[in-house]
């Protein structure tokens, strides 16, 4: 049973984080000629509509991405993402926010390719229906913890796993690591990119130590992990203080472009000055 829907979260801090961080790895990869594979383990229903039942009943995105909307002193990688959703939007009231299947395809090129895997029956059905008819892009309701067999390595051996599911059941915590190993020894060279929810569980505070490990001397290009907190522990209790993003060979952009970004976003979407706070750290 899946109880997790992303249209109550879209747009929201952590998006925020995930999908600039997506934008940045994407256009990296755009800059050599031969195509990419991009494998989105936990896809999500695509795109949302902001003004829609699920995204207006906490309006999270209200304190993401509309944060951002009207603001003229973006920083680059800020604003490399925010006019991605932009270009999403037919007018300039935002209203749709694009899910990372979007967003990559936004990005893709002819030669590039995208697999999409989502295990909710309604949001596979909107994916499948958005997706459809552009021969690029394959979409399946399959586990996404189970197809990195089949996925890895890719025949293009240029590629991008994004794995970012819900957190709601304990077990995603070690399939998430377990997925990193897997990844790294089918394809060493895969850049691998990992949501995770900053949360005062023990589960959530050991994964990135955990996933440094993984990767320490396994993935060529090293790893880079970020943090962008927004919540002050006590105001949330057990609930989400902010996110972070594993990068396992990261583009080597990558850090300078967060470490300029970073500072702005935990002023710009902290709820208050002490909730404020960021980290870039990589392995070299
Ligand atoms: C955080 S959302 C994905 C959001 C999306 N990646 C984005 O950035 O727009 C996680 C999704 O994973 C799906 N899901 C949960 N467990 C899954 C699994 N084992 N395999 C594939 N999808 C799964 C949920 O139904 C949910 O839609």
Redesign the pocket.
């Known amino acids: 049973m899946?109880a997790?829907?992303?249209a109550f979260?879209?747009g929201n801090h952590a998006?925020v984080l995930?999908?600039l961080t997506l934008v940045q790895v994407l256009q990296h990869l755009n800059q050599k000629e031969k195509g990419y594979r991009v494998i989105?383990?936990?896809?999500?229903?695509?795109a949302y509509a902001l003004g829609g039942r699920q995204a207006q009943l906490h309006r999270e995105f209200d304190s993401g991405i509309a944060r951002l909307w009207g603001r003229g002193d973006l920083p680059r990688a800020v604003q490399a993402y925010v006019d991605q959703v932009r270009a999403f939007n037919d007018g300039p009231e935002l209203r749709q926010y694009p899910?990372?299947?979007e967003l990559a395809r936004r990005l893709l090129r002819p030669q590039d390719q995208l697999r999409l895997?989502?295990?909710?029956a309604t949001?596979h059905g909107q994916l499948a229906g958005r997706m459809r008819g552009d021969a690029r892009v394959e979409v399946r309701p399959?586990?996404?913890?189970t197809v990195l067999k089949s996925q890895l390595p890719p025949p293009t051996r240029r590629g991008l796993l994004?794995i970012?599911?819900?957190y709601e059941i304990k077990t995603?915590y070690p399939r998430v690591l377990a997925a990193l190993r897997e990844a790294l020894t089918r394809f060493a060279e895969c850049t691998v990119l990992i949501?995770l929810p900053q949360l005062q569980l023990l589960e959530a505070a050991r994964l990135p130590q955990r996933l440094k490990a993984a990767a320490t001397g396994v993935a060529p290009k090293g790893w880079l992990l970020a943090r962008l907190s927004v919540q002050h522990p006590r105001a949330r209790g057990f609930g989400m203080l902010g996110s972070l993003v594993f990068v396992a060979n990261p583009p080597h952009t990558l850090a300078p472009a967060l470490r300029q970004a970073l500072p702005w976003l935990a002023a710009t979407l902290a709820e208050d000055e002490q909730a404020a706070g960021w980290a870039c750290e990589t392995s070299a």
């Open positions: 899946l997790y829907r992303h979260h879209a998006d995930k999908h989105d383990t936990h896809a999500g229903a695509g899910g990372s299947p895997f989502e295990l909710h949001d399959a586990d996404g913890f994004l970012d599911p819900p995603d949501w």
